[in-house]
């Protein structure tokens, strides 16, 4: 309870900047008679979403399944790859390049194939929030895994340590915060790479429910499942960024956030 008045104190003026936006966005809107289809007041799309709710929670735990298993399988994948990458120099020659490459191929048009490749089900939604995930969990755990100051590593020897535990306690530890970094950017593009899957072939989640609504013109409903997959964005990546704090508390901007709840 104590952490969770702290976390709203610290949060009090995006609350305010959000009120104060919804506000001024209701009162346009409603003043100038700006047409509902072109854009609804933010009540409407309240009320819009309270009432079609069941549906809406229904598709968005359809791609509320894809953002999870997709960001879980890249984390899987790209941890141990950017390891293996990091201490070998012919790997890193080989892999890197075909690494990069898939991330410039736009990954729009790499749905349809997937479509071919394992038709209209759950696998091409999730191999492609694999894909767009991947990327930079993998570039960041590189860098983490190559970051390690060489005299540490020198004292770490002379000890005595060998190598399991100069990994997990050295190189590990010290490669987690840019680790988490990746983590959290790959979880952030996750709800998108959902979303352009369901766009290209699917007849469920929020991507297929956001293309019926925008067909329709039902501008309130685009509004209120835009919403519901911003929010789902925002657990994973906050989901990410708890393991972080309880993972390596002794971080930096961990601690600079302890001492700013502990000042306000």
Do not use: C
Not at 94 to 105: D, H, M, N
């Amino acid at each position: 309870m104590r952490k969770t008045m702290a976390w709203l104190k610290r949060s009090r003026h995006a609350f305010f900047a959000f009120a104060g936006l919804l506000i001024v966005w209701e009162a346009w809107v409603r003043i100038a008679d700006v047409p509902v289809y072109l854009l609804p007041p933010p009540s409407m799309v309240a009320v819009d979403l309270f009432e079609r709710w069941p549906r809406v929670l229904d598709h968005a735990l359809v791609t509320g399944n894809e953002i999870v298993a997709g960001f879980l399988l890249a984390v899987v994948v790209s941890i141990p790859l950017a390891m293996i990458i990091a201490y070998s120099r012919p790997i890193e020659r080989s892999l890197y390049p075909v690494i990069v490459f898939l991330q410039i191929v736009p990954k729009i048009a790499i749905a349809p194939l997937f479509i071919i490749w394992f038709g209209f089900g759950f696998t091409p939604k999730l191999l492609l929030v694999f894909l767009l995930s991947f990327f930079p969990i993998v570039v960041s755990g590189i860098a983490g895994f190559k970051s390690l100051d060489p005299d540490v590593m020198d004292l770490a020897r002379s000890t005595g340590a060998n190598g399991l535990k100069m990994f997990l306690r050295i190189r590990l530890p010290q490669a987690l915060p840019q680790i988490f970094t990746g983590l959290k950017v790959g979880a952030a593009l996750a709800a998108t790479a959902a979303v352009v899957a369901e766009f290209v072939a699917s007849d469920s989640g929020l991507g297929y429910l956001l293309l019926e609504y925008n067909s329709n013109l039902e501008t309130p409903m685009v509004f209120a499942v835009i919403i519901v997959l911003s929010v789902l964005g925002l657990l994973v990546y906050y989901a990410v960024e708890l393991i972080e704090r309880l993972a390596i508390p002794w971080h930096v901007s961990n601690r600079a956030t302890a001492e700013e709840a502990r000042t306000t």
